[in-house]
Nanobody
């Protein structure tokens, strides 16, 4: 059974930090680039960050670069997102996913059709 389980969200004040985790199962993990996405109220889903299967290559969306760090543990089939210096505009539901198709050179990353329930991040001003 394919499953993605995100956790670690919560309510935090602006300037604070959170660490999200995503446990993946039912599908190969270490060979896939993984990504974090978010959907803010009334907005389209955005890509936040991606990390290659070996962990040696990463991509960050412009709005989070320098504040967020993506990492992974292939031994535990888990991907993480360390979020620092949080801003109210980071408020969203955060999801992880396998990257099904990608073009690193063009920063294009298409997720698989599998989605978890996400984890809510709320940043107060």
């Amino acid at each position: 059974q394919v499953q993605l389980v995100e956790s670690g969200g919560g309510l935090v004040q602006a300037g604070g930090s959170l660490r999200l985790s995503c446990a993946a199962s039912g599908r190969a993990f270490s060979i896939y680039t993984m990504g974090w996405f978010r959907r803010a109220p009334g907005k389209e889903r955005d890509i936040v960050a991606t990390i290659s299967g070996s962990g040696d290559r990463t991509y960050y969306g412009e709005s989070v670069e320098g504040r967020f760090t993506i990492s992974r543990s292939n031994a535990n089939n888990t991907v993480y997102l360390q979020m620092n210096s949080l801003k109210p505009e980071d408020t969203a539901i955060y999801y992880c996913n396998w990257i099904q198709r990608m073009e690193w050179g063009r920063n294009l990353f298409n997720p698989s059709d599998y989605w978890g329930q996400g984890t809510q991040v709320t940043v107060s001003s």
